[in-house]
């Protein structure tokens, strides 16, 4: 097969996907929710950039972020609002989802604001942590004491 015809086969291959990107209608602001059974921190709020920790690795989600729903893992989110604050908020585990439409969702179990985590008693739900860990007998207490251990461990580092 020539080059001609390869570059030729490729390009009519591309069109469809090109058409699909510049169907989808990319926004250039960044609607987002962050929620939480505790409280509502943001309702479709237009923002800059926020900065999720997930599972698969912490990331970043500007106004044009390709689709995507991913888990949470104890951690901060970190959001940049339009007129340059930066507010940092611990989340326990949920879910992030990034629509088409550039809306963002962050649904989390339990969310703080970072500055009013206390870190002495951040600390002592770590040292709680630890000590239900090494007591866990069965492989349900185990799990459930790794779980609080790894909350704990993000608190803290939060808190700091």
Known sequence: MSFALRSARLAALARPSIRMVQSRGYADEMAFTLAAANKVFYDSAN???????????????????????AVLKPGVVTVYENDGAVKKIFVSSGTVTVNEDASVQVLAEEAHPVEDLDSSACRELLSNAQSQLSSASGDVDRAEAAIAMEVAEALVKASE
Request: charged residues 15%; hydrophobic residues 45%; positive net charge.
């Open 47 to 69: 923002i800059r950039q926020v900065d999720v920790p997930s599972f698969s690795g912490a990331f970043g989600i500007l106004p044009k972020h390709v689709p995507t729903l």
